[in-house]
């Protein structure tokens, strides 16, 4: 059975910093695509953030380009979201996901991965 489960959200003023974490049971997070998903209420779901299976590349969204940072933590087996300068538009329920498959990359710009976690809440405060 497998569970992505996120950490680390909550509330902070506009400029402000929040890491989230995102760790597994049943999963194996190391050659595997993992990224972030966030929806803000009464908005479509958009992809944040992905690294690529093997960790050579990465996607951000544009913008959050510059404030966000994706890392895989030692060892391994957590996947993180460092998030500065934060806005309020940054405001949104934000959601692990991981790949289907380990060594492939997939197109989530219009495929839905394979695992998601529960969501975790950011809110931004201006």
């Known amino acids: 059975q497998v569970q992505l489960i996120e950490s680390g959200g909550g509330l902070v003023q506009a400029g402000g910093s929040l890491r989230l974490s995102c760790a597994a049971s049943?999963?194996?997070?190391?050659?595997?695509?993992m990224g972030w998903f966030r929806q803000a209420p009464g908005k479509e779901r958009e992809l944040v953030v992905f690294?690529?299976?093997?960790?050579?590349?990465?996607y951000y969204l544009d913008s959050v380009k510059g404030r966000f940072t994706i890392s895989r933590d030692n060892p391994k087996n957590t996947v993180s979201l460092q998030m500065n300068s934060l806005k309020p538009e940054d405001t949104a329920v934000y959601y692990c996901?991981?790949?289907?498959?380990?060594?492939?990359?997939?197109?989530?710009?219009?495929?839905?991965?394979?695992?998601w976690g529960p969501g975790t809440q950011v809110t931004v405060s201006s």
């Open positions: 996901a991981a790949g289907q498959t380990r060594y492939r990359d997939y197109e989530w710009s219009r495929d839905s991965p394979g695992y």
């Open positions: 690294i690529s299976w093997s960790g050579d590349s990465t």
């Open positions: 049943g999963l194996t997070f190391s050659s595997r695509q």
